[in-house]
């Protein structure tokens, strides 16, 4: 399933029918604060997309709440006509409030909206990967996905949609999915200091489907450990390209979508997620306490 890339770490995967990067990039960074609003510095919003393509990159993820629909727009003011080579992956389920809040929108109404609304603002007559953004803020909540899932599985049908997932989704949830219409990644919280998805990441990869951790770096506030920077330290290289590294060595499955609105970010987590760890080095990692982690 996986085969090896000349200029970026940890060469592909396949969802479904579709070859992506397992090194990815993540757009919400480049709306406004707060993932809301325009970015301060347009052209160097579109400047980190067509670095994102030119470093062979062809795994973008985004969402029609961040902005919200400015990344979208975004993406397609850089990028449009998309390589074939390039695969968009896109959440509904949830939208933005005027307090900045992610209030859920998963009744049938919203996510035809969404749908649509990621087709129009991408301009794509249909969307390669869709995933359904279940839960809260505070992280995945346990119940029935069926009706959001069914829907999106019509939308399918439909042909506005090539291949589906979930977000922010229990282990419960994703095999729920799974009898409603096939998955081809799951995207939850998962790093260093959130490790409560190891035995689904196992679990995952032994049915060639993907896990696609989002804030691989912590999110807001970045991953700080003493034996994350111990290890780092010996390897002369940062705490952030060891935990990127981490990610990408923790399951062939595991696939990143690092976020940044730096061009020289970019370069440096393109860069430091081929950072080679030896087994010593993983085996260090793997015994970091996330209690000892803040993040």
Same mark, same amino acid.
């Given at each position: 399933?996986?085969?090896?890339?000349?200029?970026?770490?940890?060469?592909?995967?396949?969802?479904g029918?579709?070859?992506?990067?397992?090194?990815g990039?993540?757009?919400?960074q480049?709306?406004?604060?707060?993932?809301?609003?325009?970015?301060?510095?347009?052209?160097?919003?579109?400047?980190?997309?067509?670095?994102?393509?030119?470093?062979?990159?062809?795994?973008?993820?985004?969402?029609g709440a961040?902005?919200?629909?400015?990344?979208?727009?975004?993406?397609?003011?850089?990028?449009?006509?998309?390589?074939?080579?390039l695969?968009i992956?896109?959440k509904?389920?949830?939208?933005?409030?005027?307090?900045?809040g992610?209030?859920p929108?998963?009744?049938?109404?919203d996510?035809?909206?969404?749908?649509?609304?990621?087709?129009?603002?991408?301009?794509?007559?249909?969307?390669?990967?869709?995933?359904?953004?279940?839960?809260?803020?505070?992280?995945?909540?346990?119940?029935?996905l069926?009706?959001?899932f069914?829907?999106?599985?019509?939308?399918?049908?439909?042909?506005?949609?090539?291949?589906?997932?979930?977000?922010?989704?229990?282990?419960e949830?994703?095999?729920?999915?799974?009898?409603?219409?096939?998955?081809?990644?799951?995207?939850?919280?998962?790093?260093?200091?959130?490790?409560?998805?190891?035995e689904l990441?196992?679990?995952?990869?032994? =049915?060639?489907?993907?896990?696609?951790?989002?804030?691989?770096?912590?999110?807001f506030?970045?991953?700080?450990?003493?034996?994350?920077?111990?290890v780092?330290?010996?390897?002369d290289?940062?705490?952030?390209?060891?935990?990127?590294?981490w990610l990408?060595?923790?399951?062939?499955?595991?696939?990143?979508?690092?976020?940044?609105?730096?061009?020289?970010?970019?370069?440096?987590n393109?860069?430091?997620?081929?950072?080679?760890?030896?087994?010593?080095?993983l085996?260090?990692l793997? =015994?970091?306490?996330?209690?000892?982690?803040?993040?």
């Open positions: 399933m996986n085969t090896p890339s000349t200029t970026l770490p940890g060469g592909t995967w396949t969802l029918d579709l070859t992506v990067t397992r090194f990039y993540g757009a919400m480049l709306a406004g604060p707060g993932v809301m609003g325009p970015p301060a510095d347009h052209d160097g919003a579109l400047a980190v997309l067509r670095e994102a393509a030119a470093l062979g990159i062809t795994h973008i993820d985004t969402a961040y902005g919200p629909r400015v990344t979208n727009q975004l993406i397609r003011e850089a990028l449009h006509p998309y390589s074939p080579s695969h992956v896109t509904v389920g949830a939208v933005r409030d005027e307090q900045g992610w209030p929108a998963r009744q049938p109404e996510l035809r909206r969404a749908v649509h609304e990621n087709l129009e603002d991408l301009r794509l007559d249909a969307l390669d990967v869709v995933n359904l953004r279940l839960g809260d803020a505070q992280g995945p909540q346990p119940g029935s069926a009706e959001p069914e829907t999106l599985a019509q939308l399918q049908q439909q042909g506005l949609i090539r291949h589906l997932g979930v977000s922010n989704a229990t282990a949830q994703v095999a729920e999915a799974q009898t409603i219409a096939p998955i081809v990644c799951v995207q939850n919280m998962y790093n260093l200091a959130h490790r409560q998805d190891d990441i196992d679990d995952l990869a032994d =049915k060639g489907i993907a896990y696609v951790p989002f804030f691989p770096l912590g999110g506030t970045p991953l700080q450990s003493t034996a994350l920077s111990a780092a330290t010996r390897l290289a940062t705490p952030m390209s060891v935990a990127l590294a990408l060595q923790r399951s062939p499955n595991i696939l990143l979508i690092p976020g940044t609105s730096s061009l020289t970010h970019l370069r440096e393109t860069v430091g997620a081929g950072l080679p760890l030896s087994d010593e080095d085996t260090e793997d =015994k970091i306490d996330p209690q000892a982690i803040t993040a």
